[in-house]
């Protein structure tokens, strides 16, 4: 079995969405998933997430956001790129996600960022989610 980090983070959020929880606890950290986290902050699709225990492994706490009408910001998350099957995009070829309504995430050598910073710096890289 292979174990996907990015994969366990979408569904801790995408289940914590379901319910209707105010908060869900990712564990065990990464850079990669706080990266993640620190993007989707940004961008406005998550309150915000804290760090609360750095002992094997960390542990982290996400605060989900939802409108006024309860209705969550976040409508899906995919993953794109797995580890079986990698999936790799030059500059042209990132894809608009819900004709620029969500985002999609991607790993450069620049490090993590969203389509709309890897096309305005022209790099490409790893498609790694898209969110909407």
């Not at 998933?33 to 993007?39: A, C, N, S």
């Not at 902050?41 to 997430?49: A, S």
């Not at 804290?50 to 969550?72: A, F, H, M, Q």
Request: aromatic residues 6%; charged residues 30%; proline residues 4%.
């Amino acid at each position: 079995m292979i174990y996907d980090p990015i994969a366990d983070l979408l569904t801790r959020l995408r289940n914590g969405v379901r319910a209707k929880h105010n908060r869900v606890i990712i564990e065990p950290l990464s850079k990669i998933k706080l990266g993640i986290l620190e993007i989707l902050k940004k961008e406005g699709f998550i309150e915000d997430y804290k760090v609360i225990s750095k002992e094997r492994g960390g542990k982290c706490e996400v605060v989900l956001k939802y409108d006024e009408g309860g209705t969550p910001l976040i409508s899906d998350l995919q993953r794109v790129s797995k580890p079986s099957r990698r999936v790799y995009v030059g500059k042209d070829k990132i894809p608009w996600v819900k004709n620029g309504l969500g985002i999609a995430i991607v790993s450069t050598s620049q490090g993590l960022m969203t389509d709309r910073e890897a096309r305005r710096k022209g790099v490409g890289g790893e498609l790694l989610l898209i969110v909407w």
